[in-house]
């Protein structure tokens, strides 16, 4: 029988029951001022003596008395006869009251000369002008930033009581292997408690990553015990789900109290709390943005709670650039790219899912829609909490479309100047969409070189729109398969297609037609795959016989090839908005001879990689 959730509650009851478990923590720890910096004040700081302690001079040159000087004019130059010489932050000697720097005189015989007046206290920084002994410097509860440590030493304090917490996180599962080793078929890079520790680490949280612990319930034990025994917090990184090799609940169970076991989030719903010997031990889901998720709004929200430092983004309000469904009852987290299109910010969103972690990467922000509602209407404005900068919106680009390799390298190219590429996947028809709806910088279509393809998919949605068309890349596709093709025999093999309205899947539609095949009579032509790739994985592993890919992924794999045509990857920009500094740079990059180096290069490097893996 499977095992199922212990149970499902909404999220600001979860948020809500783990406070009331989990009161604030009133611990603390000394530590030396350098290594201050992060860490949440556990009391006001104050300074130990007045800056400056005396009158000094701000500039070099001469401590005067004003009075003596009150003759000098431009054409009755004056004689500083009783001055002493002095430097920046010298002390002012006794009876004199101001500085004329050194710039504003001149020498004749040994005496210096001026020709204005000093005001009193001209040039003098007074006793306690930056802080006096015994003022406040940082209140408690501030999280210490780089540039407070150099005041903080100036006013004397060299060492800062901080709120200390300490969290144990523990990797698990036998199919992880640590950072540096190349993963194998079927294994997966430790990367969640990375992620966890710098995370949690800035908020001022003291953090231990623990080995990897394999899929055995009395490792995970025994692991589990010695971190509750060293820390204030614990958190189990996968296990926690109900699959049959996760044991974080059957352990934890085991050990103390599970508080709840399942959240109405997406993603992240597998989330665990329990308590350990009065501890909070949280498992956390192994998908990577499943547990980003559980780390920013929960196991953030308790360590704020605690008093430590969260980390907030700026909120802006912008315009959802299409309709997004949600399933009632659940608060969904989705990563989008926020980029400003003619004087409009708009939101796209990202595919979701917790295990496509470059949606993260490539996005700027994120969208909440709550529980209590089914979904978000197509231009409606939205909250979004920006992970980058405010600053950064306004040099985004975005182009929304079919994410083509090529345009990773011109997003470089494009960086260079100044300039943030966000390519936002989608089909080639929500691109055209886009477009028409002006909620994006650019969009990447990759069609068939041939006329009624650009006719039925672009001109026929943007009848009235002035485009200009910059290519980006070509590829040649074809049919890839572990043998010599037989037109013949091509019932008896099995294939893997590409989705509807791709490149790939429009030319072996049309060879099949020259063929005057009957696609109801291919075994696996209605077996979709998203990516390429996977169809030179189906066809090397003998999933399949044939599919389509790209010529040079079927040459690195090693399987036949039966060309159909080529694919152009080109970027489509509305004439209107080329003038945009932003836009213009964009066509400039996709049109300049660096830009078409590096996909020499990059195809270089490829070929080299797969021979290098081939040998």
């Not at 780390?295 to 700026?314: C, F, M, N, T």
Request: hydrophobic fraction near 40%.
């Amino acid at each position: 029988m499977p095992r199922r959730y212990l149970n499902l509650i909404p999220l600001p009851d979860a948020l809500a029951v783990m406070r009331r478990a989990f009161p604030p923590l009133d611990r603390t720890e000394t530590v030396p001022l350098r290594l201050a910096v992060g860490r949440v004040t556990a009391e006001p700081l104050y300074a130990e003596y007045s800056v400056p302690q005396a009158d000094i001079a701000m500039f070099d040159g001469y401590a005067v008395r004003s009075e003596d000087t009150l003759q000098a004019q431009d054409q009755r130059p004056l004689p500083l006869e009783n001055c002493a010489p002095i430097n920046t932050g010298e002390v002012l000697p006794p009876s004199f009251d101001a500085v004329v720097m050194i710039e504003d005189t001149w020498n004749e015989d040994g005496i210096p000369w001026i020709r204005k007046s000093a005001a009193p206290w001209q040039h003098v920084r007074h006793a306690g002008e930056d802080i006096r002994a015994g003022e406040l410097v940082l209140p408690k509860g501030h999280q210490v930033r780089p540039f407070d440590i150099g005041a903080l030493a100036t006013y004397g304090i060299t060492q800062v009581k901080v709120r200390s917490v300490r969290v144990g996180i523990i990797p698990t599962g036998s199919d992880l292997v640590p950072l540096g080793v190349a993963p194998a078929p079927g294994q997966t890079v430790e990367t969640n408690t990375l992620m966890a520790e710098a995370y949690l680490t800035r908020m001022g949280a003291t953090c231990r990553r623990y080995r990897i612990v394999p899929d055995d319930p009395d490792l995970i034990r025994s692991a589990l015990e010695e971190a509750v025994a060293e820390n204030d917090l614990v958190i189990l990184s996968a296990g926690s789900s109900a699959g049959s090799r996760d044991y974080s609940s059957d352990v934890v169970g085991a050990l103390g109290e599970i508080i709840f076991h399942g959240i109405a989030v997406r993603p992240g719903k597998p989330v665990l709390l329990a308590r350990v010997d009065d501890k909070p031990v949280l498992g956390m889901p192994g998908y990577p943005v499943a547990a980003q998720t559980v780390l920013r709004e929960i196991v953030g929200d308790l360590l704020a709670w605690w008093g430590l430092s969260p980390v907030r983004g700026e909120e802006l309000r912008v315009r959802l650039s299409r309709k997004l469904a949600s399933d009632l009852g659940f608060d969904e987290f989705i990563p989008v790219s926020v980029g400003q299109v003619d004087g409009t910010c708009w939101a796209t969103p990202h595919p979701r899912g917790g295990g496509i972690q470059m949606t993260v990467v490539r996005a700027n922000g994120y969208l909440h829609i709550p529980a209590g509602r089914e979904g978000i209407e197509a231009g409606e404005e939205v909250r979004v909490r920006l992970t980058v900068p405010l600053e950064r919106i306004a040099r985004t680009l975005i182009c929304t479309g079919v994410r083509h390799p090529a345009l990773n390298e011109l997003g470089n190219c494009l960086s260079e100047a100044g300039y943030l590429l966000h390519c936002c996947n989608a089909s080639t028809m929500r691109a055209v969409l886009a477009i028409r709806a002006k909620t994006c910088h650019a969009a990447s279509i990759c069609i068939p070189e041939t006329g009624a393809a650009w006719n039925d998919l672009v001109l026929r949605y943007l009848p009235e729109v002035d485009l200009l068309r910059v290519p980006v890349a070509r590829t040649e596709l074809g049919i890839a398969a572990a043998s010599d093709l037989d037109t013949d025999s091509l019932e008896s093999l099995r294939f893997v297609n590409r989705p509807k309205g791709s490149a790939a899947r429009i030319l072996f539609d049309m060879w099949l037609e020259e063929q005057e095949i009957d696609t109801a009579r291919l075994t696996g032509y209605e077996h979709e795959v998203r990516t390429p790739e996977a169809v030179v994985t189906a066809v090397g592993n003998g999933f399949a016989d044939a599919g389509v890919c790209p010529a040079a992924m079927a040459r690195d794999a090693g399987l036949r090839f039966t060309p159909l045509g080529y694919e152009s990857c080109d970027l489509l920009i509305r004439e209107e908005c080329a003038e945009d500094e932003g836009v213009a740079s964009l066509i400039r990059a996709a049109r300049s001879p660096e830009f078409k180096e590096r996909l020499q290069s990059l195809e270089r490097f490829r070929a080299d990689r797969a021979g290098r893996t081939g040998a």
